[in-house]
């Protein structure tokens, strides 16, 4: 197992550029219900002017952002942009933030048994010295799909916005999710999914500019589905959904989309957003009590469901 003393930079300078990010969000918010309405995480500076980059969740419809620096000093910041399909989100703080920027690194560039920090807010204390166990596709029930996310192991339990930096003291990534007993080889235990900084590089300055990526937005429906023996199975359906409203039931076995089979996650998200962008009309087969029904569901975009960010 590797320790932080095994890198040879000065862990210190980096730790003081990972801060808190606080947000409250409104009672009636969209996302309220699933994600909360007070949300805490970890954030890391990569900008002179206070640029913030963490995970989106802690971001989606937040009314107020705070920022908390290694010496406890609390200030106010505002959300300058989110990246729905990676799952990034950056924030500005409004008063000087006296941290230095970490670097952005490689993660293409990253290998499976390379060594990392994998640090939250708090100092040495919250950093653990992990390692790169996988490289591989990852696809969550919430319809986001990464086509090569990070696995890192052993986990840290405080993930939330977490900064993973390399060996040369670069941030390669932000942790997002932890896994428990995710399968390394025949052994399993807990792992971490970074999102890798390479999908930040590439949208950094549509995020800045326009607050989104400026790309025609993917078809969304409010489907939250399971993989159960190659089947893919509707495990849950958002209140306000396309795909609830559409007819769509919990239990419902996914068959096919646009005349497709599918039988994965991946295979599912990447046939819906083939077909175009959000607004298209998505013809899903189903498998109900041994009957075979045909249900167009007509997408959304989901930021369109969202309350108004509060942007730059």
Known sequence: MPRLEDFSFDVEPILSSIVAVRTTIPDDAYT??????????????????????????????????WVIDDTGNAMPAQVIGQDQDSGFGLVQTLQHLHRPPLSLGKSSEADTGDKLILASFGGRDHATATRIVAKQEFAGYWEYLLDEGIFTAPAHHQWTGAAAIDSTGNLIGIASLIFQKFAIGSTMMDANLVIPIDLLKSALPDLIKFGKVDRPPRPWLGLWTAESERKLVVAGLNDRGPAKRAGLQVGDVIAAVAGEPVKSLAE???????????GVKVPFEVL?????????????????????????
């Open 32 to 65: 309220a219900s699933r994600l909360g309405t007070e949300r805490a995480g970890s954030g890391v500076v990569i900008g002179s002017d206070g640029l913030i980059v963490t995970v989106g969740y802690l971001l989606t419809e937040a009314e107020a952002v």
């Open 288 to 312: 109900r009590e041994r009957r075979r029904i045909e249900i167009p569901v007509a997408s959304v975009d989901r930021q369109s469901r969202l309350k108004g960010a509060r942007l730059h």
């Open 268 to 278: 599912l998200y990447r046939r819906v957003w083939n077909l175009g962008p959000a």
